[in-house]
């Protein structure tokens, strides 16, 4: 279940930014497939991926997994 929140921080992050999925990908330095498991809640994203996203969308990771 945790894998569905942060693969709809992520998504609603990443639109509200105007990133695309290749986009982001492409900055992260992973597959659009990979974020597109992460983003559908398939696959738990990894630290170091939590640090990327936060990073390439200047967001800060407090703001990734507030639920508001």
Do not use: H
């Not at 945790?2 to 921080?9: F, K, P, S």
């Not at 597109?36 to 640090?51: A, C, F, I, W």
């Amino acid at each position: 279940m945790e894998e569905l929140i942060w693969g709809r921080r992520i998504r609603a992050f990443r639109k509200l930014k105007g990133f695309t999925q290749e986009e982001l990908s492409r900055q992260l330095g992973i597959s659009v497939s990979v974020l597109g498991e992460v983003e559908r809640g398939n696959r738990k994203p990894s630290d170091e991926l939590l640090e990327k996203v936060v990073a390439v969308l200047d967001i800060t990771l407090e703001e990734l997994t507030s639920i508001n």
